[in-house]
């Protein structure tokens, strides 16, 4: 029975009693963020080793072995490898563009969490909008991205930047559409009432009552995250290494951790809108504390997520938009049309 | 903003030397508009190692390990097209045993060939994991090479007058264990790739090669019976004891990426059924005929040719009787097939323009030699 | 047209899942891979890896004649010998047996001509070094690393050799090849099916 929330609360309880207010808000304030950030980057870490044993084993091979138990730790080496690394900046950079493009990146990935609920009250803000909050701080990624592809000065890296804005401000129409349908039965747009809306078992979740568009909004994320099959951005076959060729050490890392950011950003999501968040699939398993049952959807999410990069080609750039325009953005549409008939007719 | 301020124009891009997708070092001069390609200029040579002159420097003998280095994916094919040449000058014998025994394991060289060419294909469109499955299967007839003649890739088993070593204990329990279940393997192959739509969207309709266009630019082996012509010498102008096996010539229809996959993964297929009947049939007898060091052949002249599992590699000798040839010109595949890429290509983009290469299969070492 | 369209989106579904299904299948799949420095790999008998000089195991003296044979047969001169005469037997020695086993392509062309078993590929690996000097390798270095290299001497086969190309020779019009008594390693396929 150990919900995380009741250690913050009574941390905050205590401080109220032995600090004055102000100083109170501004603790809380940097602590929440500085613990997300760290809960993050380990995830992300985490994150990093796990896909690489998972493409490891569907391989027939064994990955990363020798830094701690089943090499845990190399993700950390690779870190502590990437710190030391010259920092290169091409002579015709476009400086500040460059330095700052992985920062955005960096940033607009950690910022999305500001509204992801992980479990019972563990949340660092529920604002009243915040699944239109995410949609519209993740869409930074683009800038972050086409300002990579631009400030490199380099023809690959500009194609890549050119493909990223053009699939990910494709792909965000249908994952909006495709929201909205889940929005409409929730009626509320705050991330914890969405989640509250689906307690109570299984049978509630919106997974059941969104069918279409848990699979356009799983298509167009897994778009909007770079993730094969839709990683062409990035196309190390076709550009080399698209929008960060020419990034090394500490700049390349942050993309690289973003990028896994968005991998659990996108199935956090997908878990809070579909899947009934940090509820149980039964009332029975209440025992396990919500932030369980939240992070262990969000993983198997991920796991899928993983399993599509290692089993599918990348489908080539202008089928991509043609898939977004022509498929997913009608099939978004229907749904919400039948979304709206079904509310009209059932609440009635 | 004035409207001139806003007009597109091409652009150049290197593609290669130094590029994942080119397959070694070729550089692609590539005139690109957006994504698409409006023309392309194969610049070819950066592995050129001369090694028709050196020929000319070696005896014949000593010149079987640089044929090793043509084709380093299919080196067997690449000793076998070199010796079927230099015995037809000679008028060399060669006893039974050797001929099935060079049958055998240039077939198994053209499984690994292609095994080579699916990963590398797969991951061309951005299929990690088809690329160490096909690499599995390869490393289990590379074990068996190793078995045989000790090394993994630059075999040297072929010499003028037979095969270098026999077959060892255990060789022949452990192909047919391979034979056995190899024809799973490539199923496995083709849920992962054939019909996946994402493939079929990438490979369907690409880079269409029609049976003109690869007249005149005389492409050969799997990329011409993905258009649809049933040429492979193997069958047109049986060397060796090809006539001997029952197997079918695998063809495509419309010439596209798609057909020249589906070829070579039937080739796969045959080639092992070529493998099958070479083990069931396999004489006993010498391995060898013995061609003394200084060998010396006569006067002459020859032009012979096999299907390497590239297309036509051959091989033009003119000997003087000295113990040294003094001419080979080599004739290799993947050279005419790069020709035709830029033929193929243009129009497309960038993304195809991998995939068509791919396709191709060319190796470097064997364009530049 | 509305059946093929739905026929074809179930069809690419159909092989989405098939290819998943192939992939996760593989998940528990033992590894074929194998942990290099701590794992190794058998070397098979014929390995043509590193090359070394063979000695006798009794006397200790390397079985090496000097003849150049091997030189002689190297593709890429990567051997290099100088031999003296001992004064004691009248047979050649060799002073210095240099092989740069950097331009070596490991065709196994000198084992071949050798009728002494004098020079062997083996299946040793790992002589990488930083330094390109050190990879060529004097008489000293390779007969330490043939020390312990098990092999079967072949004079006789290589007598009988000569004694069969002496005898077929007279015979052929000269240059011809000739049939060689059966390859020396040939178990082969009819031994393979009797342990079976």
């Not at chain 1, 995830?43 to 080793?49: E, S």
């Not at chain 1, 025992?287 to 959807?297: A, D, L, R, T, Y």
């Not at chain 3, 009988?160 to 396929?189: F, I, L, M, R």
């Amino acid at each position: 029975m150990l919900e995380l929330n009741v250690i913050f609360e009574a941390v905050h309880r205590w401080l109220e009693g032995i600090l004055p207010q102000g100083l109170v808000t501004l603790i809380s304030a940097l602590g929440t963020g500085g613990i997300v950030l760290a809960f993050l980057s380990i995830l992300a870490l985490f994150l990093v080793w796990w896909e690489r044993k998972v493409s490891a084993h569907m391989q027939q091979r064994l990955g990363p072995m020798r830094t701690g138990w089943h090499g845990v730790l190399q993700t950390i080496a690779d870190g502590v490898k990437l710190v030391q690394k010259e920092d290169l900046i091409p002579s015709t950079a476009d400086r500040p563009v460059y330095f700052w493009a992985p920062v955005i990146c960096f940033v607009a990935a950690f910022m999305a969490y500001l509204v992801i609920p992980f479990g019972r009250g563990l949340i660092v803000q529920d604002l009243n909008i915040g699944i239109l909050y995410i949609i519209a701080i993740t869409t930074f990624t683009v800038v972050s991205l086409l300002m990579a592809g631009w400030g490199s000065n380099n023809k690959w890296a500009l194609l890549g930047g050119m493909r990223s804005a053009a699939q990910i401000v494709s792909y965000e129409v249908p994952l909006t559409l495709s929201i909205l349908g889940a929005v409409m039965l929730a009626e509320t747009l705050s991330m914890v009432g969405i989640v509250q809306s689906q307690a109570g078992g299984f049978w509630n979740w919106l997974i059941f009552r969104q069918p279409i568009g848990f699979i356009v909004y799983y298509i167009a994320a897994t778009a909007e995250a770079n993730r094969t099959p839709f990683d062409i951005p990035e196309a190390e076959q076709e550009l080399v290494a698209g929008f960060n060729v020419e990034y090394s050490g500490m700049k390349f890392a942050m993309f690289f951790l973003a990028e896994f950011v968005n991998m659990f950003t996108i199935s956090a999501i997908a878990v809070t809108l579909f899947f009934g968040g940090w509820n149980a699939p039964h009332p029975i398993f209440n025992f396990v504390p919500s932030w369980i049952w939240f992070m262990g959807k969000s993983l198997v999410s991920v796991f899928i997520l993983m399993w599509f990069r290692w089993t599918y080609p990348r489908i080539r750039v202008d089928q991509l938009m043609g898939f977004a325009w022509k498929f997913l953005l009608p099939l978004a549409f229907l749904n919400i049309i039948l979304t709206g008939l079904g509310v009209l007719i059932f609440r009635n | 903003m004035a409207i001139e301020q806003l007009k597109t124009e091409e652009f150049m891009v290197n593609m290669g030397p130094q590029h994942p997708s080119t397959h070694g070092v070729c550089k692609l001069v590539i005139k690109m508009d957006g994504e698409q390609i409006k023309s392309i200029q194969p610049h070819v040579g950066f592995l050129h190692r001369s090694i028709e002159k050196i020929a000319e420097n070696r005896t014949y003998a000593q010149f079987v390990p640089y044929t090793d280095r043509i084709d380093y994916c299919a080196s067997m094919n690449a000793n076998h097209a070199y010796v079927t040449a230099v015995e037809k000058m000679a008028g060399i014998q060669v006893p039974e045993r050797a001929e099935y025994l060079r049958v055998m394991m240039a077939e198994l060289n053209r499984i690994a060939s292609h095994l080579v060419w699916i990963a590398t294909f797969a991951i061309d469109l951005g299929a990690v994991t088809p690329f160490l499955y096909a690499f599995r299967e390869r490393e289990l007839i590379l074990d068996l090479f190793e078995m045989t003649c000790g090394q993994r890739l630059t075999y040297n088993y072929m010499c003028i007058g037979g095969v270098n070593w026999d077959i060892p204990q255990g060789f022949e329990p452990k192909l047919r264990e391979f034979l056995k279940i190899f024809p799973q393997k490539v199923n496995e192959y083709e849920y992962l790739l054939t019909n996946n739509p994402i493939f079929l969207y990438r490979t369907k309709g690409i880079g269409v090669l029609d049976m003109d266009t690869a007249f005149a630019y005389s492409v050969s082996g799997p990329s011409i019976r993905g258009s649809g012509l049933k040429w492979d010498i193997r069958k047109a102008e049986p060397y060796s004891i090809y006539n001997k096996f029952d197997f079918d010539v695998p063809v495509g229809h419309t010439g596209d990426v798609w057909d020249r996959y589906k070829v070579r993964l039937n080739e796969m297929r045959e080639s092992t059924k070529i493998v099958q009947q070479a083990i069931e049939g396999l004489p006993g007898g010498d391995t060898k005929v013995k061609v003394p060091m200084t060998w010396k052949p006569p006067e002459g002249e020859v032009f012979s040719r096999i299907e390497a599992p590239r297309g036509e590699m051959a091989y033009h000798i003119i000997s003087d009787g000295t113990p040294k040839p003094y001419r080979i010109k080599i004739r290799t595949a993947s050279y005419c097939n790069l020709q035709v890429l830029p033929v193929i290509a243009v129009n497309h983009l960038i993304a195809d323009l991998v995939a068509i290469f791919g396709s191709l299969d060319v190796i470097l070492p064997e364009v530049d030699r | 047209m509305a059946g093929n369209i739905i026929k074809e989106i179930t069809d690419g579904i159909y092989n989405l899942i098939l290819g998943l299904a192939v992939t996760f299948k593989h998940l528990f799949k033992h590894a074929i891979t194998l942990q290099y420095p701590t794992e190794r790999w058998e070397m098979p008998e014929r390995s043509r890896g590193t090359i070394v000089l063979l000695s006798d195991p009794e006397t200790g003296r390397l079985n090496c004649t000097a003849c150049l044979l091997c030189s002689k047969a190297c593709p890429v001169a990567a051997i290099s010998i100088e031999r003296i005469k001992n004064p004691d037997t009248k047979k050649f020695e060799p002073q210095s047996f240099n092989i740069d086993t950097t331009i070596c392509c490991y065709c196994g062309l000198c084992e071949q001509a050798c009728n002494f078993t004098a020079i062997k590929l083996t299946g040793k690996y790992e002589f990488s070094a930083s330094d390109k000097s050190k990879l060529l390798y004097d008489m000293g270095f390779l007969q330490e690393i043939g020390r312990d290299v098990k092999y079967e001497k072949r004079e006789k086969t290589a007598a009988k050799k000569k004694a069969v190309a002496k005898a077929e020779t007279g015979e052929d019009v000269g240059g011809a090849p000739v049939a060689d008594a059966k390859a020396e390693s040939s178990p082969g396929s009819g031994e393979a099916k009797k342990e079976d």
